[in-house]
């Protein structure tokens, strides 16, 4: 019989504090509208100097190994993505080791590529696992950032941060993932990337979601192809992407996960054998609202309240998906598609696992989102203002993680009991 390999199970972390979207286009003389339909977005993550990338994953990583009795002697890897990174040269992963006195006996390294970042480092672990080079042991692939742009600025609705902490091992209880059945494409473009001394990106907004679209349709064909050699998929009366149960998408902005969806199934009605429709017709069908609403809607849950988390977008999608229909889903598969700046692309699927609902009970996501305070714009532009290397002297609630200070370069780190 075959290993499986996936996500055994899930943890959260978010900032503790948000604003409303529609407090933040009032502030700034916009219609609402222009927030909620035209991005999607309900809420936004608002970090302060002490959340960073460093306590947001040792937060997400101390509840992974709580909620779900994770044996730290028995995990061999720890892996995180992010592209805030705090330092040039230590890795957040080795921090994330210290604050949980995770044993010395495992391998701990960073993975860079804007968004791409977790994926990388997810498709590191399982393939180790699945490689047998893990003996049994399992691993932890962390995916936190902060999405920043700053005050008044294009980008500023789309910000946010968090971290999503994921448990990869032989037994994938929310997901096994079709291993091998993956498809790539990267190019050399400057979309998006954050220069050394920067804390907020720069996008050229356009240009980056051409960009993305362009590798999602090579990432997806290759992925296809391979789907249909291995009969995963089949064309026939459905189209191969409409046999996938769920599909779900990297999410800067959560309507962007509506153009992601109508490039993917243009690319498959471009495809077809046989087709002999217009262009026109084919562009029209793709737009299929019933088609977005099935397969993709569901998933954007958390990320209209959370925001922006970069590497974690994708996985914070498929929190929110499972957690409101991992029973529905049981041995069905889904779509996965990562997108990083800069760029690379990989589209990848799993089966939903039979224990997906009892995992994502232990995830506790409705308390995790319900601990957060709604505050002010004034208040929230305060924080903006704050600076990066001076954290106020906040005590962190029990169970997670703050930057408490910085001196001669050394960041310390304080857990709440």
């Not at 990388?120 to 936190?144: D, H, P, T």
């Not at 742009?149 to 448990?167: D, I, K, M, R, S």
């Not at 997108?339 to 009892?358: D, K, L, R």
């Amino acid at each position: 019989m075959k290993k499986q390999v996936g996500i055994e199970a899930v943890a959260l972390a978010v900032p503790r504090r948000y604003v409303d979207i529609e407090d933040l286009a009032r502030a700034r003389g916009v219609d609402p509208a222009k927030y909620t339909a035209g991005l999607g977005a309900r809420e936004m993550a608002v970090n302060d100097p002490g959340e960073d990338a460093v306590a947001l994953a040792a937060t997400a990583v101390a509840r992974l190994v709580r909620n779900n009795e994770v044996d730290p002697s028995r995990v061999g890897m720890l892996v995180v993505g992010t592209e805030t990174g705090v330092d040039h040269s230590k890795a957040v992963a080795s921090h994330v080791q210290g604050l949980l006195k995770l044993p010395r006996t495992m391998r701990t390294f960073d993975t860079q590529h804007a968004c791409y970042g977790g994926t990388a480092g997810l498709m590191a672990a399982s393939e180790w696992i699945a490689s047998g080079a893990a003996a049994g042991r399992s691993a932890i692939v962390v995916c936190s950032d902060v999405a920043r742009y700053g005050l008044n600025t294009a980008g500023e609705p789309t910000q946010g941060g968090g971290a999503v902490a994921l448990l990869v091992s032989e037994k994938p209880d929310l997901l096994a993932l079709d291993v091998g059945l993956n498809g790539t494409c990267s190019m050399d473009v400057y979309d998006f990337w954050r220069p050394h001394g920067r804390r907020e990106a720069l996008v050229d907004g356009h240009y980056s979601i051409n960009c993305y679209l362009e590798a999602l349709s090579g990432a997806y064909r290759g992925w296809r192809e391979r789907a249909l050699e291995k009969e995963v998929v089949r064309w026939g009366d459905t189209l191969p992407g409409e046999q996938l149960a769920r599909i779900l998408y990297h999410v800067p902005f959560c309507k962007m996960a509506r153009k992601a969806h109508t490039q993917l199934r243009l690319c498959d009605l471009e495809d077809a054998p046989g087709t002999s429709t217009s262009p026109e017709a084919r562009e029209e069908s793709a737009k299929s609202q019933a088609s977005y609403n099935e397969q993709v809607a569901s998933s954007l849950v958390l990320n209209a309240r959370v925001g922006n988390v970069y590497t974690a977008s994708l996985y914070l999608a498929l929190a929110g998906l499972l957690h409101g229909e991992a029973a529905a889903l049981a041995g069905k598969r889904v779509g996965l598609l990562s997108y990083g700046s800069g760029c690379c692309a990989e589209f990848f699927s799993g089966v939903v696992g039979e224990g997906a609902a009892a995992r994502m009970a232990r995830a506790d996501v409705d308390g995790v989102m319900a601990a957060r305070e709604r505050i002010t714009i004034e208040e929230y532009e305060r924080i903006m203002g704050l600076p990066s290397d001076t954290p106020e002297p906040v005590e962190p609630a029990p169970g997670t993680f703050r930057l408490a200070e910085i001196r001669d370069g050394r960041r310390n780190y304080v857990g709440g009991a």
